[in-house]
């Protein structure tokens, strides 16, 4: 039975996001779910692998069933040759969310890429347009590449950028970059770190569990996904392996066995162990907000109470 949020005609009813986060393997996906059933609303997914169509067993994408059982938006809505970065997904984002509360109290925001859910949560700084050619250059030279040449780019043009970003990640460079040659400024010049008020309200919900448990379901989780056809899926997108939205556990790995790096019991191990570890680096990303709720993942009707009294 639905829940009835009861105000009386002086009180304005506020519109809330409700924002489940959580390590993978949590079972964010699940709690969305009855989360949007129970509010008779919509799912906006936070997931950065979750946009590519063509990405769907790596990155435990709901399932036919899932996606029938609630409404989902940004699921498959592009493709890994798309150019799509954070700043995009906070303008769709923000425009969906705006949708759903025209005729909803609620809307609903799930996944377990924090950046994103800062950007939608908090706001992104306003970074000018980039030139269309400047950025398909600088993909094609990636692609061609790698991140290296970029890389020494970014250092020698926007310093202060070059120290503060994460030189593992080649979208966070190659954003820098572009920026860069378009404006004529370093990115660094445009970031102001200022936190952007937001129309809603918002109800953050972080799932977590015992360590060992979580890492036995994500083993557990990836022994699925080889069973469901990862291999093959992986094998399907190997030529476009220099594409930025490949770049992630599940892919990294099985690519590296597709050229005789190392067998496939091997690659399997690697995926748990990194997936394990991007569990670790997202529970510490989560754990810095101080505003977010925790529980368990079997604790709904805690968390249906906790969004009630907002």
């Known amino acids: ?29 699940t709690m969305a779910i009855k989360l ?17 169509r063509e990405l769907k067993i790596g990155t435990a ?3 036919t ?9 940004l ?3 592009i493709s890994i040759h798309d150019y799509y970065n954070v700043f995009m997904f906070e303008t769709d984002a923000l425009r969906i969310s705006s949708e759903l509360f025209q005729t909803k109290q609620n809307a609903i925001v799930v996944g377990g890429s924090g950046l994103y859910i800062d ?9 000018p347009d980039v030139d269309e050619k400047t950025r398909n250059d600088l993909v ?5 590449e790698g991140i290296d040449g970029i890389r020494f780019d970014l250092k020698r043009l926007d310093p202060e950028s070059y120290a503060q970003v994460d030189l593992k990640n080649p979208k966070r460079i190659l954003r820098a970059v572009e920026v860069t040659l378009s404006t004529g400024k370093p990115y660094s010049s445009f970031r102001t770190n200022q936190k952007k008020k937001r ?8 799932l977590n569990m015992n360590r060992q448990e979580l890492y036995n379901r994500i083993d557990t989780r990836v022994d699925q996904m080889i069973s469901e056809g990862l291999v093959e899926e992986v094998r399907s997108v190997y030529e476009f392996r220099k594409l930025n939205a490949l770049n992630t556990v599940g892919y990294k790995e099985l690519f590296e066995h597709f050229d005789g790096n190392y067998d496939l019991d091997r690659a399997i191990e690697l995926i748990k162990r990194n997936s394990r570890r991007y569990a670790k680096r997202q529970l510490s990303w989560f754990t810095r907000d101080k505003s977010t709720h925790w529980f368990q993942p079997d604790e709904i009707n805690k968390i249906i109470d906790l969004i009630n009294q907002q």
């Open 1 to 29: 039975m639905t829940s009835t949020i009861l105000k009386t005609t002086s009180q304005k009813i506020k519109n809330n996001l409700i924002v489940v986060v959580g390590p993978t393997g949590i079972g964010k996906t």
């Open 36 to 52: 949007a059933q129970q509010f008779e609303t919509e799912i906006i997914s936070a997931d950065s692998r979750q946009f590519y």
């Open 61 to 63: 994408a709901p399932t």
């Open 65 to 73: 069933d899932e996606l029938a059982a609630a409404p989902h938006h």
């Open 75 to 77: 699921i498959g809505n």
């Open 119 to 127: 950007a939608l949560c908090n706001g992104i700084d306003d970074i």
């Open 140 to 144: 094609a030279r990636f692609e061609r």
């Open 199 to 206: 129309p809603f309200e918002i109800t953050k919900i972080a």
